[in-house]
Each structure stands twice: as C-alpha cells, then as structure tokens.
C-alpha cells in the first residue's frame, strides 16, 4: 500500500502561482513514475505531468513552460510549481503514482486550485 497527501493548493488570481506538494509513504519501493492529474468540473481527469525516479518528465501541451514537476527521492515527495496561472487551470489537481507490479493506481484525496480575480 502506498499513501499520498497532498497540500497547497487555494486561490489565485490569473498570473499567479502555487506551488502543490505530494508526500508518499507505505511501500514506496512499489513505485517509480509519480504525477498530477486535474479534473475540471464537468470535464474527465487529465494528466497535467509526470516525472520518473530518475527525473524524466513529461508534461501535457497546455502547460509547457508554465508548470514545472520535480521530486525529492529522498522525501519521497513530488511538487508542482504552477507560474502563468490562467482561469482554465481551476481544477482539483490529484497527485498519483501506480505499483510497479500490478499496475494499481494510487490517488491522493485531491486539492482544489482556483484561478480568478
């Protein structure tokens, strides 16, 4: 088993930026890849990006060049520095990682990120 928490989020006005943290515990040797998704309302769930133990990234169109996935091994944590933040980026973002053996998804319980003025 392998939990996550996640904290951060809040409201921002368009421009602005947070910073969302990811902690994991349980049986962290299970999982490599940790990532977020958002989920807009009335919208399916969406990766946003991911990065491998070894610091590989991937990261969806929207958000190049204005969020930026890092991870500490050591911490077993994973952030999501988000600049430029615009109205579309209101979502509940969800921090996930998936057992490296069977394929199980992991979530976090989500944080709510709000861009308005």
């Known amino acids: 088993q392998v939990q996550l928490v996640e904290s951060g989020g809040g409201l921002v006005q368009p421009g602005g930026s947070l910073r969302l943290s990811c902690a994991a515990s349980?049986?962290?040797?299970?999982?490599?890849?940790m990532g977020w998704y958002r989920q807009a309302p009335g919208k399916q769930r969406e990766l946003v990006a991911d990065?491998?133990?070894?610091?590989?990234?991937n990261y969806a169109d929207s958000v190049k060049g204005r969020f930026t996935i890092s991870r500490d091994n050591a911490k077993n944590t994973v952030y999501l520095q988000m600049n430029s933040l615009k109205p579309e980026d209101t979502a509940v973002y969800y921090c996930?990682?998936?057992?490296?053996?069977?394929?199980?998804?992991?979530w976090g319980q989500g944080t709510q990120v709000t861009v308005s003025s």
């Open positions: 996930n990682t998936r057992d490296r053996g069977n394929g199980y998804d992991y």
């Open positions: 349980g049986s962290i040797f299970r999982i490599n890849a």
């Open positions: 990065i491998t133990r070894t610091h590989i990234t």
